[in-house]
C-alpha cells in the first residue's frame, strides 16, 4: 500500500484537528468561567494560537504544550514577554540545555508558587483584588495627568499588596510605561482614565490582554467603527470590562 503526500498531509491535519478539538475541552473545564464569553470558533483560535507559542519554544509534546495553553489562560497569552513575570522568560531562555519536559516542569515548579501568590486557593486573592479595583473604578477615581505613574503604583499596592511585592515596584513601573506607550501609539488614548484602564487591565489580564486571542471581547470592544474620538472608545471598553468582572465574581460566589 502507497501513502502519497497529499494522503500523508490529511492525514497530519486530521491528527492536528482533533488534538485542537481535545484542547479545547480541556481549556472549557480548565477555566469555564474565564472562557464562558469565548464561542467554540474563538476558542478554537485561541487554542491553534497557543499551539503556535509554544511551538516557538521548541514544545511539540501533547503534555507541554496544553501546560503552555494553560499558562496563556493563568497568566495571559504573553505571559513569556510579561515583566511581571521576569522568571518566564529565564526559564525560557535556554531551551538547548533542557528538554520540552524539563522546562515544563521548570515552569510549573514555578508558576505553582506564583499562583499560590496572586490567585490564592479558589482564586480568593485574586477575586478579592478585582473586587477592590471594581470598587475604585465605581467610586470614580478622578486619574491626573501629574504624578500617574506613581498613583497607578500605589493602586496596585492597594488593591493587589501581594502580587505588589511579588513583582516588584520596579517591573509595576515597566509595566505602566508600557501601558501609556501602547495607548497613546495604537489607540490614540490621551485622557489619564483611558491610560489607567490600559494599565489596570495589564495588571488584571496580563500585558498583552488586548490582543489576547482568550479575551477575544477586548480587541473587539477597542475596535473603532463608528468614528468615535479613542478616548470615547476606552470608556466604551471600560463598561465592558466591568460587565465581565461582575459576571466574573458572581458566579465566583456562586461557586462558594
Not at 173 to 188: F, M, Q
Request: aromatic fraction near 10%; charged fraction near 30%; hydrophobic fraction near 40%.
Amino acid at each position: 500500500m502507497i501513502i502519497r503526500d497529499a494522503q500523508i498531509k490529511i492525514l497530519e491535519k486530521a491528527s492536528i484537528d482533533s488534538y485542537v478539538a481535545e484542547l479545547c475541552e480541556h481549556c472549557r473545564e480548565y477555566a469555564p468561567d474565564l472562557l464562558d464569553s469565548l464561542s467554540d470558533e474563538q476558542l478554537e483560535t485561541a487554542v491553534r494560537e497557543g499551539i503556535a507559542a509554544a511551538e516557538k519554544y521548541g514544545f511539540d509534546k501533547r503534555g507541554p504544550v496544553r501546560f503552555f495553553v494553560d499558562m496563556m489562560i493563568a497568566f495571559g497569552s504573553g505571559f513569556d514577554t510579561d515583566p511581571q513575570y521576569p522568571w518566564v522568560a529565564e526559564i525560557l531562555a535556554n531551551p538547548e540545555e533542557m528538554t520540552q519536559m524539563e522546562l515544563s516542569e521548570a515552569l510549573h515548579n514555578k508558576a505553582t508558587e506564583v499562583f499560590a501568590i496572586v490567585f490564592g486557593p479558589d482564586s480568593a486573592h485574586s477575586n478579592e483584588a478585582l473586587e477592590k479595583m471594581l470598587g475604585k473604578v465605581k467610586e470614580g477615581i478622578n486619574f491626573k495627568r501629574e504624578g500617574f505613574r506613581q498613583e497607578m503604583i500605589a493602586l496596585f499596592k492597594e488593591i493587589h499588596p501581594m502580587k505588589y511585592d511579588l513583582v516588584g515596584e520596579e517591573a509595576l513601573k515597566t509595566l505602566v510605561n508600557s501601558a501609556i506607550a501602547r495607548g497613546d501609539e495604537r489607540y490614540g488614548f490621551k485622557a489619564p482614565r483611558s491610560m489607567a484602564l490600559m494599565t489596570m487591565m495589564m495588571f488584571a489580564l496580563g500585558h498583552k490582554f488586548d490582543q489576547d486571542p482568550f479575551h477575544a471581547w477586548v480587541a473587539h470592544s477597542l475596535k473603532d467603527d463608528t468614528g468615535e474620538t479613542p478616548d470615547k472608545t476606552a470608556e466604551k471598553l471600560e463598561k465592558r470590562v466591568m460587565i465581565w468582572f461582575d459576571a466574573v465574581l458572581k458566579k465566583a460566589k456562586e461557586a462558594k
